[in-house]
C-alpha cells in the first residue's frame, strides 16, 4: 500500500516527493554507487585533505553574534574534576590518571554540522490557506523538528548557567541520515579565488559559466561541489581576533539573486543547494562564502 505523502501543495521546482515520500536524504539520493564509483576512478595520488576549520575558528561571535566557540570543560567524579584525576584515590596501588572532557558546542560556530533541518519556509503545505513552518518533503516545525517556546530554554552564551538538558530534537531530517548514508563520490572544485582573488563579489549565472569554461569544469547530477572562496585564509589570519569590516568586506560568493543561477542549480540536481535559499546573507546570519543553504528543497 502506498504511503500517504504529508503534504497537498509543494514549493515549485522542489524535490518533494521525488524519492518518495518520507525521504530524508534530498539531492544525496543522486550520490549511487556509480557516483562513488566515477569518484575513485580520478584518483591519481594517495593525497587526502581537511576541509574542516578547527572548531574554535574564527574566533569571538564577530561572524555571528548568536554563535560561540565552543567550551571544553572535564567531566565529574567522585565531586572532584576528572582532569589529571588519580585512580589511586578510588584503588589504592592503581597509577592510571584520567582526563576526561565535556563540550559545550555550538554546532554552527565553525565548519557547520548542517542537514535539512536547518532552513525551511512559511509555506501552505496542507492547501487550507495558511501557511505553516515547513522543510523538505513536507516535514513539520513543530511535531518533526521540535523545540522550545521559551528563551530560558535557548542559547548558552559563555559566562552563564546553562542546565543541563537538551531543550530541542530533530525527529527527521537530523545531520545523521548523512553520516548512515556516507557521503564519498566525485568532487567538483569551482575555484572563485583564481579569478577575484579577495574581491568581494557576488557570482552570477554568466561569470559562473566563464569561470567553469575557462577552467574546463563539468558538474553532473551527484558530484559534490566545492565553492573555493579564500575566505578560510581570512579567517586563520584573523589568529582568532576576526576584524568585522574585514569579514563583511571580503571574498566572493554566489549571487543568489540570480534567477538563470536558481535554474541552473534546479536543473543540474546539485546536492546542498536550494535555489530558493540560495540567496545573498550578510555576515550576521550566515557568510555567503559558505556557499548555498542546504534546505534542498524548502521552500
Known sequence: MAKKRRWANRPEDSTWGHYGPDDQLGRMNELTAAKVMQGIAEVREGKTFCL???????????????????????????????????????????????????????????????????????????????????????????????????????????????????????????????AEKCLQGRGVMIDLFAHYGRRRHAVGYDDLMRIMAADGIKVEAGDFVLLRTGFDEVIFEGKMRPDRKTLETSCSGLDGGDVRLQQWITQTRLRGADRRQLRRRDHSDEPVQAGAARADAAP
Do not use: C
Not at 86 to 95: F, H, I, K, S, V
Not at 145 to 161: C, E, F, H
Open 52 to 178: 574542516s576549520m578547527p572548531l574554535d575558528y574564527p574566533g569571538g561571535n564577530v561572524l555571528n553574534p548568536r554563535r560561540h566557540p565552543p567550551q571544553l570543560r572535564p567531566t565529574l567524579r567522585n565531586e572532584k574534576p576528572n582532569w589529571l584525576y588519580r585512580t589511586e584515590w578510588e584503588t589504592p596501588g592503581m597509577t592510571d590518571v584520567i582526563n576526561d572532557d565535556l563540550v559545550i558546542l555550538h554546532l554552527q560556530y565553525s565548519t557547520q554540522w548542517d542537514s535539512l533541518a536547518h532552513v525551511g519556509a512559511m509555506f501552505d503545505a496542507d492547501g487550507d490557506g495558511k501557511p505553516e513552518p515547513v522543510f523538505y518533503n513536507g516535514y513539520r516545525g513543530g511535531a518533526d523538528l521540535a523545540g522550545p517556546a521559551d528563551s530560558k530554554d535557548a542559547g548558552a552564551i559563555p559566562g552563564t548557567a546553562v542546565e543541563a538538558k537538551g531543550t530541542s530534537k530533530a525527529k527527521a531530517l537530523g545531520v545523521e541520515n548523512m
